[in-house]
Structure formats: structure tokens, C-alpha cells
């Protein structure tokens, strides 16, 4: 039951973020074009600070090594997994273009970060958190590549601009942070004994973590003023939406349990509390910064936030779902 709790609480608090957002558009106490500058904001500033001081702020355990590999290895083939489904259900949905991209990118990308990094730390603690870091290097690692590509795959470009693409601040951002984590890593507390690093390297991470943490309530507020463009005033309007609810089966269900019967076939090479990271992480609604990156390269970014806002409210049902399950097969 107290996990239940946690996991209504953390969504509430995405709801009631996204809801002022919402009546911010529809009243249009903000102009327009808000949502506009800040999902710019989130791409291209707060999101590119909090991959990198999330990183940066960690230190690796060398006897936790095999778990962080099984983790981020698995985090991929997972990933990769959920992208072939939405290749086959895009096709079977009869999507194109821009909305079939965005659908492939949000049956890979949870929210892995804004909800899961509360939700796990909440359930596990420390090591629930810690893994939870790796996983999100997992998702990163495929958000700015793979996910930038399919970003702007609609609008036909070269192979080779698309690539040139992979180079953005949010890929910079992964790589330093990765530099920091394997420097401090290796030479441990030896790093802060140079003169100056230590002060230096706590103001600048303070100030980057100050800035960057305020990506979840700027996409949650981006997300509510989109919302507040949908019209949904009958049923007819739900059935044309029946994609998203099929989304919504593989993204929340239907995954999540085939990991859960993979990590119980794999047996006690992953702790258990590694292998709960795994299945919630991908249980995770739809992901938040999708809809932002769509804004900012002129993809569905409507369609987007209609996959967060539908599955995030069925997330409250399906979570305790999946969480009660994998408790009961992983011991």
C-alpha cells in the first residue's frame, strides 16, 4: 500500500503542474507563443545542465560494476525492443510521417527521470536511485541519437544532416558528464585535494543543478499549455484516438511484463532491486521531454502530448499493477 501512495503522489504532483499550465493557455493569462519559448528553454538549456550534473554529482561503486553494465545493456535491448513494436504498430495504425516518428520514440522513452528518479528513490532508496542513473544514461544514450533522428526524419533530409544533428547540447552535455563520472570514479577523493577544485567544482555544480532541475516543471508547464489546444468534446474524439490507448497496452503492460519474465528466466546474476529499476523504468508513462523536442524541431508535437497526458493518467492504474507483479515473481 505504501508503494501505491508513492506512486499516486508523485503522479499527482505531475498533473497538478501540467494543470496550471493548462489554465494558463486556456484563460490566456500567457501569450501564445509560451509554450514555444519555453520548450526551447528545456531543449537547449535545463535539459543539456540536468543530464550532465546528473551525471557529474555520481561517483561509481566498483563492486556494483556488473550491475551497471546489466543494467544499461539491458536498458538498450529493451528500448530497442519497444522501437521494433512501434515500427509494426505504427504500420498497423496506418500512421505516417511525423506522428508515426513520435510514436516510435514514445514507446522507447519513458519518463525515466522526472517521475522514476522520485518514484525509485522513494521505493528503494539510494540504490534504487543510483540505478535508476544508469538506466537514464541508457535512455539518454538513445534519446540524442537515435531519438534526434527520428525527430526530423519527417522532413526528408540527407542521412548525413540528420547525423550531423546527433551533435547538439544535450549529446555534449552526456559526454562531459560521462568524463567527470569515469575522472572521479578512477582518482576518487584525490581529485578534491587540487588546490581550488573542490569550491569550484561545488559552485558550479550548484549552480548548474539549480538551473537544470527546473526541466521537470518547465515541460510539465509546456505540456499543459498544448493540452489547452486539444478539443476532445465527445466520444467520436476518443476513438480517433485509439492509437495512443494502444500505446498506452505495450508502453505500461505489456513491456514491462515481458522484462519482468526475462529478468526472472536471467535468474541471480542482477540484484533484485537492480532488476525493479529495469521493469519501472519501463512501466514509466510516456516521456515529458518528447513533446519539447518535437516543438523545437517542428514534429507532432500535439500527437506527443497527447501520449503523455493519456498514458500519465492510466500510469496511476498500471503502476501499482506492474509494481505488485514483479515483487511477487523477483525475489
Partial sequence: ????????????????????????????????????????????????????????????????????????????????????????????????????????????????????????????????????????????????????????????????????????????????????????????????NIPYISQTSSFIYDSFHLLGSTTFPLSMLFIGLILSEIKIEKVSDLVKRVHIFILSLFRLILVPLLATLLLVAIGRWIDPVAKYVIILELAMPCGTIVPALAAEYGSDYRSATENVFITTVLGIFTLPFIVYIMQNLIK
Fill in 1 to 192: 500500500m505504501n508503494e501505491v501512495m508513492i506512486i499516486i503522489n508523485q503522479i499527482s504532483i505531475l498533473t497538478l503542474l501540467g494543470l496550471i499550465g493548462f489554465i494558463s493557455g486556456k484563460t490566456g493569462y500567457l501569450p501564445e507563443n509560451a509554450g514555444t519559448i519555453i520548450s526551447r528553454v528545456v531543449i537547449k538549456l535545463t535539459a543539456p545542465l540536468l543530464v550532465f550534473v546528473t551525471l557529474a554529482g555520481r561517483e561509481l561503486d566498483r563492486n556494483n560494476i556488473s550491475n551497471i553494465v546489466w543494467i544499461y545493456m539491458l536498458g538498450i535491448i529493451f528500448m530497442m525492443i519497444s522501437f521494433g513494436f512501434g515500427i509494426f504498430l505504427s504500420r498497423v495504425m496506418k500512421l505516417e510521417g511525423a506522428t508515426a516518428n513520435i510514436y516510435k520514440m514514445h514507446l522507447m522513452f519513458g519518463n525515466v527521470i522526472y517521475l522514476a528518479f522520485p518514484l525509485l528513490s522513494s521505493l528503494y532508496g539510494d540504490d534504487g536511485l543510483f540505478y535508476a542513473v544508469i538506466f537514464g544514461i541508457a535512455n539518454d544514450t538513445l534519446l540524442w541519437t537515435l531519438g534526434i533522428f527520428l525527430v526530423n526524419k519527417h522532413e526528408n533530409t540527407s542521412l548525413r544532416k540528420n547525423l550531423k544533428r546527433f551533435i547538439n547540447s544535450n549529446t555534449i552535455a552526456l559526454c562531459l558528464g560521462l568524463i567527470v563520472l569515469i575522472i572521479k570514479t578512477i582518482f576518487g577523493q584525490s581529485v578534491y
